[in-house]
C-alpha cells in the first residue's frame, strides 16, 4: 500500500468522528497558542526594553545607592532586607553630584537628578492620584524627552524652586481631557501649580505606572514642597559613547572619595540592558515551559483516543492484516493519524496565537517570532508521533485470527 493510500485512510478516520477528533486536538491547540503567546509577551517585552534604551542613546551613565544587582542576590538568600533600607536613605547628594560634573568635564556633558513623591493632583472635578518627579531643567536633553505643547521650566525657575510642572501626555488627557492644560493651573495636595508643557508619549508602563502618567517639577520644588531630599539617582551623559568606559571609571573614582564602595553602583546602557535581558530570557524560558506543560496533557489526550481507536477497530484490523496488510502498514496508519491530530491542532493553535497576539499589542508589548513557531509547531508533532507509538504498536501487533474474531 502506498503511503498517499495510508495517509487517505488516515483522514478519512479522523473525518468520521469529527467532534472527537476536535476535543483529542483541543489540548494540543491550547498548548501550542500558550506557548507561542506566552513566549511572544516575554520577546516582545525584552525588544520593547531594548527599545527604550536605545532611544536614551549608549552614551548614559547611572549612578544608584547600594549594589541593585547584589540586591536581588542577596534577597534570593535571604539577605535583601538591610539593602533595601540602604536605599532609602539620603546617600547621594547635589554636592557630590556637583563634584562629578566638576571633576570630568572632559568626559561628562550633561547630567541630571531625580526624586520621587506621591500627590493628589486636581484640576476642575477630576482628582488623581500621581506619581511626582522632580528633576533638574537638563532632563529634556539628557533623557530626550522634549515637550510636545509648551516648554520645559528654566534653570532659573528650577533654583527658585518655583510652582511650575509639566504633564507626561497620559495625566494630561485624564486630568485636563481635550483642554490644553498649557498655562492652567492644577491643584498637588493643595498647592497650586502652573503647568508649563506637556510631554511626548514614551509609551509602556506593562500595566502598571507608566512614565506618561508621571508630573515633572523641579528638583529643587520638590525638595522644597514636599520635605524630602533624597536623590533617587545621578545619571551623567557622556560626551563620546566611545568613551563609555573611561567615564565610568572616572565617575567611580570621583564618588568613591566620599562614599563607600558598597554605597554606590555606577551602571551603563549595557550593564543595566544586558542585566534585565538575562532575567526576561529566565522568564520567556519559564513561561514557556510553563506553557508546554499543556502539549504533553494534549499528547495523553491522542494516546488515549488512539488506544480507543485501536480497539474499536480491531475487527477492521483483523480485515486488513488477512487481506495481507503488513504490521509496518497497520502502525504506519496509527501514527500518521496521531501526528495528523497532532499537526492540525498545531496550526490552529498558531492561528489562535497570532490572534491573541493581535489582541493584546493594543495593551502589551507582544512579539510572534518565528523561532517561537517553529519550536511550537516541532514539539507539537513530536508530541502526536510520541503518543500514536503505543496505539501503533498495540494494532501492529494484534493477531489476525484473534482480531477478525473480536466482538
Known sequence: MKIDAIFSLAIK??????????????????????????????????AYVTDQFASLGTNILYVVPGDPFGSMENSRNGGGSGAMIASRKPILKKSLYNQVIRNNRDLIRDGVMNSTNVAEAKYAQTTKKVTLY??????????????????????????RAERVVLLGPGIAEELFGSVDPVNKSIMLNGQTYKVLGVLESKGGGFGGVSTDNYVYMPLESIFKYFDSEIIGAFVFEVRDKEQIHEAKLAVEKTIGEELEEDEFSVIDQT?????INSILSVLTIALGGISGISLVVGGIGIMNIMLVAVTERTKEIGLRKALGATPNLIMAQFLIEAALLSVIGGLIGIVGAFAGVFFLQAYFPAKITSEAIILAFSVSLAVGLISGVAPAKRAANLSPIEALRYE
Not at 140 to 145: D, P
Not at 271 to 275: A, D, K, P, V
Open 13 to 46: 478516520s479522523i473525518l468520521l468522528n469529527k467532534s472527537r477528533s476536535f476535543l483529542t486536538m483541543l489540548g494540543v491547540i491550547i498548548g501550542v497558542s500558550s506557548v507561542v503567546l506566552l513566549t511572544s509577551i516575554g520577546t516582545g517585552l525584552q
Open 134 to 159: 522632580g528633576v533638574n531643567n537638563s532632563y529634556e536633553t539628557v533623557a530626550n524627552a522634549p515637550a510636545t505643547k509648551g516648554r520645559w521650566f528654566t534653570q532659573a525657575e528650577e533654583e
Open 271 to 275: 550593564q543595566l540592558l544586558s542585566t
